[in-house]
């Protein structure tokens, strides 16, 4: 008996059903409509982009199982994104992944290999004859400058952006630094210009990599004595990315390594793109040479998006998904999340997520529920300075007193809870609090939080002192 697109697909979901929640099954599977069968490929009809996402991202190794005991190792999954949208369009509507929007199609296939999506970065060092091997970029297609709405609160980043990007290496803006809060697209801005640039420039080799990720290469490359193919291949980059470069703070190693690469890259030519959530005039712990580096270029601030631009952020994520809602509930969201941008979109992804796992249109009432749950969990980013003042206003002292010399048991005492709050909610190095906070060393960062510790389990008054900051800091 031949098979058949309905026939393949029901076993593959009676394959699922019994491995997923039902509640899962119903939400995810239901919706799904089988349309063709050819070549071993098997079509599926879904309702939306962020339908497809969520099955790639949270279901695609189930996907993979099922369709591979119904049809073998050569398998392949087609999906077929049909979706509605209002926006002045009432044609069924999709778009092109990853390209950019169209509307005049009736439907797109889009042909998903059955692997999983994140591969683990490369060790590139460690590969013989490097100056013949591909290296992967490590960009996120979808952080594009499409994706990426110009508003007041981020024009001048945006605009040197796509002036780095049409000339990497041949404008005043090299280095770039984007700075800014938590969540306000210093990220996407940055995969963007490196995506543009690979665009244009196919020949040209673009990295990303994240600060983080940097110093532990470099750590790596130390420990196996090859430092010097570290260095040699940062230094073959055309156009090098580094996310959150504050994290450098501290790191006398990697900031040195980082300043001998730099310099190269710079006098060759090449196109430095940098992130951080701080402005180079307020880094830590981070050489003067290096600062004065970052500075020869352009830093732009990317600030809270103003209203306008929430909505048209707001719109865009749904026409994207190919998703409606009311005017009056983007109003509503765009009034209410005000934060960042991150927030905003997770808002709207767990929105559509409970419209969808309860079957009910998106109400204002439903809206409302979530942000008031979305916010009231929003861990708040919370400063080490901010930490210093809570600590002095709470033993009723100043922050001079605080960071002095004295050793007054209580000044100590109020002294070791800043440092072991500033550990416990930052993602500063115990060298960088320890610099904030009365230009202590690490040492003494790492006593007072062993000694916080100890006098929780041991004193009573003192466990009362770290349960009421607890309570102020996290308010």
Sequence with gaps: MSKTAESVWNNCLAFIEDNIT?????????????????????????????????????????????????????????????????????????????????????????????????????????????????????????????????????????????????????????????????????????????????????????????????????????????????????????????DDIQLLSGKAGTQDVFFHIFNHLHQNGKQVILTSDKAPVDMIDIEQRLLSRFKWGLSAELNHPDYDTRVAIIKNKLYRDGVEMPEDIVEFLANNIKTNIRELEGAIISLIAHSSFNKKEITIDLARKIVDNYVKHTKREVSIDYIQKVVSDYFQMDVDTLQSKTRKRHIVQARQLAMFFAKKFTKASLASIGSQIGQRDHATVLHACKTVDNLSTTDKQFRKYVEDLNKKLTL
């Design 22 to 242: 039902s509640q899962a099954y119903k939400t995810w599977f239901e919706p799904i409509k089988a349309v063709k069968l050819t070549d071993n490929a098997l079509s599926i009809q879904v309702p939306s982009k962020f339908f497809y996402e969520w099955l790639e991202e949270h279901y695609v190794k189930i996907l993979k199982v099922a369709l591979t005991k119904e049809l073998g190792q050569t398998a392949k999954l087609v999906y077929i994104i049909k979706m509605e949208n209002t926006y002045g369009n009432k044609q069924p509507f999709t778009e092109k992944i990853p390209s950019s929007n169209r509307s005049n199609l009736q439907s797109q296939e889009v042909d998903v290999p059955l692997k999983n999506k994140s591969p683990e970065l490369k060790n590139p060092f460690v590969i013989p004859g490097i100056r013949n091997v591909k290296i992967e970029s490590q960009l996120n297609p979808n952080y594009n400058f499409e994706s990426f709405l110009e508003g007041e609160s981020n024009r001048l980043a945006r605009s040197a952006g796509l002036a780095v990007a049409n000339k990497p290496g041949g404008t005043s803006f090299n280095p770039l630094l984007i700075f800014g809060g938590v969540g306000l697209g210093k990220t996407h801005l940055g995969h963007a210009i490196g995506v543009d640039i690979k665009d244009k420039y196919p020949e040209k080799t673009v990295l990303y990599i994240s600060a983080e990720k940097f110093t532990q290469q470099y750590i790596e490359s130390v420990k196996k004595n090859n430092r010097n193919d570290f260095i040699h291949f940062y230094q073959i980059i055309d156009v090098l990315i580094v």
